[in-house]
Every structure is written in structure tokens, then in C-alpha cells.
């Protein structure tokens, strides 16, 4: 995702609308602190479905400019998302120490840093509280955020697990769920293998000799939610969001706004080696069309293209062009594969592609779809799918095992085979 | 569609299912003899609504051998499925000619032709059938098939529906129903431009001199269905026609049997104009894949790609290898954006790319799923989306307004505006 982040952040300043959603953010920082809090447990092997802990996996943003560094180190490091061959611990460095300064100055004008981390933290507290009520057996839930990039890191996330009595002897049972609702190798695939690589080293004998024999018998049970491109949650909260939005428009034009999902692009070398996100992101879009009875046009397209190589389109700019062009300039932009503001809408769309349609004349018709960050109706969802994946007890999709067509990566394999292995475990614990 | 047909059907033989698919097809002619015929109508301008003519559009393929190079004439010169350029006149007629005696022989080789007209009119007259009983305002309803590239052609039943009382000064109510279940330009597109070129050749003043004013007047009605990709029907009757595919494997297996939903690739040119046909594909396969419970792994694949020029993957054939040469042997082959048999599937499919998978080792694991042909779950469904439509009182979908973000035809255009002016007279006509 912030390959295009990297690159298109360089040469613009934040609006009015960005420092806005910084202040909501901030505001948004006080009410967290009214938050529940969830005591540390104690598990041991014999014990009854709870707690169990709910750990949101995303790709993470810098909090605050001093993480710009990090966070764009670790993703040209990820050879998941931006494949650089052999060279990738040369140009990655490299690559990402050469873009810090201005990326840098790019946070600082969107409020200091992205609310991704904020975002998901709020979402995964309030689900574990809805899931506390509607599914009290595997209660206590507990939240954690795993990001790929930023902090809370998978190995930090991973360390305080087995502080707050998870795992070590214990066993404990942990979800990771996926925060992006359509599956890419590039995003859920490359979290997923390295929360392999993670409980591997901290609890597999073979990685940790220092774990004693009890310790890695009792390791966590892992179970993984995936994917939820369509689920109902998910598909009225982004209809609710873009009903609000066309009630911005006078009713005589509100039925012949052109809807524009837009969802970050891939790679064809990705598309065609079988990734499954450019078919669930448009099934997400045929399920919120249905739910809006197709009473508007629409088009997917697709953003953040970035690089001379070729990806998927048609292009979210290049669209919104050739439609205000044509004289269609009532357009509302729908960010529909990410659960929260990021880059690439507060900056990305809000700023280059409105903007760039202003120019061409669309007179502020061109607007966006809020994301869905706070919105309850999606968190109640996230619930809904949590509870559903624990009561199915099933470690993983049988999708998930599948592993693309074109695929040659023998980390994937091995994530894949520890995943779908964890079955037997969980059965058994539902057995007990 | 069939340029991928032309090339690769150049060098191989029919198979024993091909034969026993060409008897079904004969029997299912006697059959057809037995279907009821519907007389000729007489129609004025103040009538009620029926009767209706329910037009079927697909591309066609040749009945008998003697069609193979009209068909490809018609193939190669058509800018929308197969755009050449200005030498699109020159070199269309040159591709045509060169290929014909080889397709003439593939043809020959799968039972003397194409099934698709048989299937075509057997569908239609079955829908109509049904539709008089369900919606009897608007009966008699009068099967037609148009085919873009073989007989009928578009005139051929413009000429028919003018003799049979429609239009020519007497209005009437004629249905344009797509039977690609998935929008393409290159497609539905196609065949709606073929269709608006001929009424305007035949029933428009400015084009026809011949016309009274009474006859100009009084001209047909049109409506259009252009894209039904996720009906209950058709996800149906592909979901039961994959179950029972299912069965053919041993109960050990069959939950991890992946399903290869194959459909017919598009040039990444076409795909990055904004063309609606990829997702509205991805679109059917999550609907069928919740119908039936997500219970096996699967993949959207592409076939035919031809020439030198980038197409969507990932490809059938590469998949299938692919898969086979991991030891994923159990594979169900599904054709997901065609509604009947055609040479992309007793050829490409059942010969090509399963004779590859066995010699690859995959002992007979490699099959297709039914195609839908003479389903009676898919007719009811046809019937069904016949009838909400007619219902409606809507001339066309709204999306179908939209033409692609990059497209730059006129046709296109004039096209749409032709079809979006329908609705004016359609819903005068139901307040009459």
C-alpha cells in the first residue's frame, strides 16, 4: 500500500480537511481513555474457552514522523509487497532512507501521523466488548494490533501475549484477523507469514532452544480469519457511508452521481500469478451495489499505482479525469478495501484526485465516501465475524490453504501448512 | 471470444465426449420439433402490452461447416471485440480467409458445428413459454435470436420481427436480453451496437428514406437486459451443476476438490478502459461459491488469451499445470461466463487443457462442470429476470449508461443515448 504512499506523499501539503481529521483524531484519543480496560489473565492448558485474544493484523501506519523511518524500511524490506529480487537488503535500505525526509514532512502535514494505529486499536476494543456480551464463553476477549510495518510490531504484539499468560505451558487461544476484508498475498499473506515467522521463533522448540519441553507443548492455539469481502457488516456500513454522501447532492442529480469504488492496485505480475483481491474487492462492490439496489452507475478502479511496470486498472485518476471530462463531474470516490483513513485517501484521494478534478472543473462535486474508522455498524460486524469464526472452530478457511496458482514461495507454503495444522488442535479443544 | 476458437482449435480432433455432446445435440433437435409454436401477431400502436418480442443476443458460431467463414469475417471485422485499426477492413478479411479451412475442419471434428443456435432458440422458446404463464399482461411473448458474427444475424431478425407485425407503424414492445450474463463492451457492447445500427437502417427516418411518417412513428419499442450476473437462477443451476460434478469424486477428496472458475480473458488494453465484464465475473463466482457454502478452494481463471498483446490472468491452462505439477490433481473446471456450450469449452477445455492435465499425471482428476445448455433451473431463471424487467417499465439499467471511462466510441455513444430514450416511451407506454 505505501509504496504509492512513499512516492505520491513527496510534493503536497495538508488541506484543511486533513488537519480537521487530525483533530478528530485527536479528540477521538480522549474518548479512548474512557475505554474499558482489560486485565492481564491467567490461562492454563485445562481451562474453558476463554480468554482468548483478538489480534487485528494490518499494514500500519508511522504514528508520528519519527516512525517514518522505520515503517519505510520494513516495507521495502517485505518482499511480499514489493518483490526487488536479490537486492532487496541493498535497495530497500536504500530506497527507503533516500524517501524518510520528505515522507517525513508528508505526516506532519496530515496532523503529525497516520490514525490507522488509533483506528484499529478503537475497533478492536470496542469489538471485544460487543464479543464479551454475544459470546461470553470465550470470554474474556482481549484486543491487540499486530501491524506489518509500524509499531505495534507482530514480535511486540507477539511478546505481549505471552506476558499477559498466553502461550509458554499455557496454551491460550489467539484469532488473528485480518483487517484487510479482501485477501492479497501482498497484505493479509505477508502478515500471516510473519506471525509465522514470529511464533516460530518464540515457541517453536526447533526455533527456541531455550524453551523448556512444557513451554512448547503449550504453545497458542492460533486461528486466523482471513477474508469477509461481503459480510453484511461491512457492506451496510459502506452503504450507509455513500447514502450520506449523495445526500450531499441535489436530489435532481443524487440518482446520476457515478460511484467510483476505488481500491488499491497490484501488480499484473501479482494478478497473474493468481492473487484472489482484484475478484473478492469487486465482489465487495456487487454486494454494497446490490444493497443500494443499483440505483447509481459505478465503476471499481483502481489507485496507487506507482513504478514503470504494469498493473491493474482502470486507473482512480486517470477515471475521474475522462469522466469530468466527458462532463460527468458529480463523482463520489468510495475507498473500498481499507477499514480506516490512511494516505491514500486523506492525501491520495482528498488531495491529488479532487484536486485534480477541481482544476478540470468539477466545481467540489467530486467527493469521498467517509471510511469506515469508528462507525459502529461496522464494528458490530467485526463482532459478527469474530463470533462466527469461533463458533465454526475452524483454524482457517479451506480458501486459505490454497495457495496461488503461480505461487514459488516456500514461506507461504509452510505458513499455510502451521495454519491449516492448527485445526486438529482447536477441534480438539472444542472436542474437550 | 472465438479468435482464441480460431487459433486454437486449429490443430487438434474431436474427443468422445464431443461425439456424444453432438448426439445430445441431435436429440435434443427432435425435442425441439415438439416445442410450441407461437403464430406471427398483429400489433397497433393503442394495443395493451403483449405481445412482446423476446430477443435473445450472443455471438454465435457457426451451425455447419459451410458458416465457418462468414462467421469469421464477421469475427474479424468487428472493431469491438477484435480492434485492428484503420487496416481493420484489409486485414479482417485476410485473417478470415486464412484460417477457415483449418476452423472448418475443428468444427467438422466437434459434430459438424457450433451448438450454440440449438441451445439459443431451445432457451428462448422455453423462457417464453414460461413467461406467458407468469406474466400474462404482456403475452404472447415471441422467441428471436440475434447472433453477432453467425445466423441469424441481427438483420435477419429485425426482418422478422417487422414481418411478424412489429414496428412499421405499429409500435410494439421488443426485448433486448443479453445472454453474456457478465456486461463487456466487447460482448453485450458489441451486439447492442449491431442492434441500434440495424433499427436505425431500418426504422429510423433519417436513415430510411423509404419510411412513411405513420411508419417512423409507430416504431418499435425497445428495452434492454444487458447483465444478470448474480442471479439467484443462474447462480443455481451453476451451483447444482458444480455439486453434481462433486460427486464424480470420491467423498474422501471431494471437499478439497478446487474449483477452477474459468472465463473467457480480455485484453489488459479493454480491462484498463474500464470495461465492467472482470468484476461483474468475479461477482457470479462469490455468489456461487456462498451458494455453496465456500466448502471447496477455488480460483477465478482466464482463458484463451491469443497473440502477443497482455490479457488478464492468471491463465486456465497455467493454473491447471501448475496445480497438477503440485500434486493438486482434483480440479473442477467451470465455465462461468457462458451459458452454453461452445468451442471454448468441448474444445479448449474438455481437449486442450484437460489432455495437457493427464499427461501431466493427472489421471482423469481434472473435469468439467455441465454447462448450463438446456438447465430448466437456469430457464426459470431467464424467465424470471424476463419478468422483473418487463415489470420494471425500465429501458436499460442505469450502469449501462455508463459508458467505460476510457472509451472514446461514438457508437458507443449515439448507442446508449438511443437506448436511455427508450425509457420515455416505455413508461408513457405503461401509464397508457
Known amino acids: 500500500m505505501s509504496v504509492a504512499q512513499s512516492l505520491r506523499a513527496i510534493s503536497k501539503r495538508a488541506s484543511p ?79 527507503a532512507k533516500r524517501r524518510t525526509p520528505k515522507i517525513q514532512k508528508q505526516y506532519a502535514d496530515i496532523g503529525g501521523g497516520s490514525p490507522i494505529r488509533k483506528w484499529s486499536e478503537y475497533q478492536c476494543e470496542e469489538m471485544c466488548k460487543i464479543l464479551d456480551k454475544i459470546r461470553p464463553e470465550s470470554a474474556p476477549h482481549k484486543p491487540y ?18 506476558e499477559d499468560g498466553f502461550g509458554k505451558g499455557k496454551g491460550g487461544r489467539a484469532v488473528a484477523f485480518t483487517q484487510y476484508p479482501q485477501y492479497s498475498c501482498s497484505t493479509t499473506g505477508s502478515s500471516l507469514n510473519e506471525l ?20 512448547a507443548e503449550g504453545s497458542i492455539n492460533w486461528s486466523v480469519i482471513d477474508r469477509w ?45 493468481g492473487d484472489p483481491y482484484p475478484a473478492e474487492v469487486a465482489a465487495t462492490v456487487w454486494a454494497v451495489q446490490q444493497r443500494l439496489g443499483h440505483k447509481n452507475p459505478y465503476r471499481l478502479v483502481w489507485q496507487s499505482q506507482v513504478g514503470p511496470s504494469a498493473w491493474l ?23 473500498i478495501a481499507f477499514t480506516s483513513d490512511h494516505i491514500e ?8 484526485v479532487i484536486h485534480e478534478a477541481n482544476e478540470l472543473g468539477a466545481d467540489g462535486r467530486v467527493r469521498r465516501a467517509e471510511s469506515l474508522n469508528g462507525n459502529p455498524i461496522f464494528i458490530r460486524g467485526l463482532a459478527d465475524i469474530a463470533k462466527s469464526h469461533l463458533d465454526s472452530g475452524e483454524a482457517c478457511s479451506r480458501q486459505m490453504g490454497l495457495r496461488c496458482p503461480g505461487c514459488k514461495s516456500e514461506r507461504c507454503l509452510e505458513q499455510k501448512k502451521f495454519f491449516l495444522g492448527q485445526n486438529e488442535r482447536n477441534n480438539d479443544a472444542v472436542a474437550l
Open 145 to 162: 494490533v499486530a501491524f506489518r510495518y509500524a509499531d505495534p510490531l507482530t514480535e511486540e504484539m507477539y511478546a505481549k501475549l505471552l
Open 17 to 95: 480537511a486533513q488537519c480537521l481529521q487530525a483533530q478528530k483524531a485527536r479528540s477521538w484519543q480522549q474518548h479512548r481513555a474512557l475505554a474499558t480496560h482489560v486485565p492481564p489473565v491467567t490461562q492454563d492448558n485445562t481451562s474453558s474457552q476463554g480468554p482468548t485474544a483478538m489480534v487485528f493484523m494490518n499494514m500500519g501506519g508511522p504514528s508520528t514522523t519519527d516512525e517514518v523511518h522505520g515503517f519505510l524500511s520494513r516495507l521495502f524490506a517485505d518482499g511480499d509487497l514489493i518483490p526487488l529480487g536479490p537486492l532487496q537488503g541493498y535497495l530497500g535500505p536504500f530506497i
Open 229 to 273: 469481502p461481503t459480510h453484511p457488516g461491512l457492506v451496510e456500513a459502506f452503504a450507509q457511508n455513500i447514502e450520506a454522501t449523495l445526500q450531499t447532492y441535489p436530489e435532481d442529480v443524487r440518482d446520476s452521481v457515478v460511484l467510483l469504488y476505488s481500491a488499491h492496485s497490484l501488480p499484473m505480475s501479482v494478478v497473474n500469478r
Open 196 to 215: 509465522w515467522k514470529w511464533r516460530q521463533r518464540m515457541e517453536s522448540p526447533r526455533r527456541n532452544s531455550n524453551l523448556t519441553a512444557a513451554e
Open 345 to 352: 485517501t486523506l492525501f491520495e484521494i482528498d488531495q491529488e
Open 313 to 335: 486498472g482502470a486507473q482512480t485518476s486517470d477515471t475521474v479525469a475522462n469522466l469530468v471530462k466527458k462532463g460527468q463531474k458529480d463523482l463520489v470516490l468510495i475507498p
